[in-house]
């Protein structure tokens, strides 16, 4: 990753389940510094396990705290994720807005995240250096913690240029069609709407050229899916059993 990666945080965490999906959301987009504060139900927490889908195993390693205060102890930049205004004189930004702040610190930066029940306290958020707020529905503000968690996790993969299981799959694809395979394309194709009485009135033969041209311009054919269309231009042209065609794809 181009900037070191920011630790999470979980306040007073209540169930294990939560802990384990909140892993699993952040290992799929590389965070695997997870520290939780003051658990309900203590750590270790078996009920984590099934739900973390094996993000303990593959690289999230967790660290359990007392207090939020312990937890926070070494980091240097703090961002509290809340829906609630707080009143605060404190930055406000989206996930974007943090990543981008997170991004341009030298320090050791955290994002941390309210429990279940109530979120972050006016205790926590007073730790904290700027705030993170999601453009949520005004009358619905309810997000399960590992649903915060992985909207988070997803803007920091994203403007770390993570391309995920797709990268490099343009390399699948062909090379783009030359201008002059195009045209070729163009005149085959018009050459055998011509024979077969397609342009008329003859006056409209321009247009309805120029219209066709366009709409396969607006394709981006590859080469090879030239060759294949003008196959299939072909095989039209001399009728189904009449002759065989060598293909060219």
Not at 8 to 29: H, T, V, Y
Not at 116 to 122: D, F, K, R
Not at 129 to 139: E, F, R, S
Request: charge should be negative; glycine fraction near 10%; hydrophobic fraction near 45%.
């Amino acid at each position: 990753m181009s900037a070191q990666a920011p630790v999470i945080i979980l306040a007073e965490p209540q169930l294990g389940e939560n802990i384990g999906s909140a892993a699993r959301a952040m290992l799929n987009f590389g965070l695997t510094e997870l520290r939780i504060a003051a658990p309900r139900d203590g750590w270790p927490n078996p009920a984590a396990e099934p739900l973390a889908a094996g993000a303990f195993d593959e690289g999230v390693e967790v660290t359990a705290f007392e207090s939020v205060e312990a937890a926070c102890a070494d980091i240097g930049y703090l961002v509290a994720a809340t829906a609630r205004p707080r009143g605060m004189e404190k930055p406000v930004t989206n996930a974007s807005g943090a990543v981008e702040w997170l991004q341009g610190q030298a320090r050791k930066t955290a994002v941390m995240f309210g429990n279940e029940a109530q979120g972050l306290s006016n205790n926590h958020v007073a730790l904290c250096d700027a705030i993170m707020t999601y453009p949520v529905n005004k009358d619905f503000a309810s997000l399960n913690l590992a649903q915060a968690v992985i909207v988070f996790a997803h803007a920091w993969g994203e403007m770390q240029g993570q391309a995920g299981r797709f990268e490099g799959a343009n390399a699948g694809v062909g090379e783009p069609a030359s201008r002059e395979d195009l045209i070729g394309m163009f005149e085959h194709f018009e050459y055998e709407l011509d024979r077969a009485g397609y342009f008329y009135p003859p006056d409209k033969t321009p247009l309805m050229s120029r219209n066709l041209r366009n709409a396969f311009v607006r394709g981006q054919w590859t080469t090879q899916e030239v060759r294949t269309f003008r196959g299939a231009i072909k095989a039209l042209a001399l009728g189904r059993g009449k002759a065989r065609i060598t293909r060219e794809d």
